[in-house]
């Protein structure tokens, strides 16, 4: 399955919103109402939560130890991807 924007989520979530709307105003039915107060609620609990997320899903070292492991780590991913392009080039010249 294909990894999909946040921002094309949140487009479409508004455009079915506007949708709704549209048809409840057109069939005379009450509109969406939405106060001021609960959107601040919800982009501030929403904001809130995907900071959680994103921070709690990073790694974050703040420790000397764990900033040299990250160090040691990323030496070691670039050691292999170099060693396999290396290799994939002389599979290429044979």
């Known amino acids: 399955m294909s990894k999909v ?6 487009r479409t979530i508004c455009l079915a919103l506007a949708l709704v709307n ?3 105003t057109t069939l005379g039915h009450s ?3 939405i106060d001021d107060e609960t959107i ?8 809130t939560i995907v900071a959680s997320v994103i921070t709690w899903w ?13 160090k040691y780590l ?4 670039n050691a292999y991807v ?4 290396k290799v994939t080039e002389e599979v290429k010249e044979d």
């Open 74 to 77: 990323y030496d070691l991913k």
């Open 22 to 24: 549209q048809v409840l």
């Open 82 to 85: 170099d060693d396999v392009a």
């Open 58 to 70: 990073k790694n974050n070292s703040f420790t000397d130890a764990a900033i040299e492991a990250d």
């Open 40 to 47: 601040t609620i919800a982009v501030s609990t929403i904001w």
């Open 31 to 33: 509109m969406i109402n």
């Open 5 to 10: 924007d946040a921002s094309t989520i949140a």
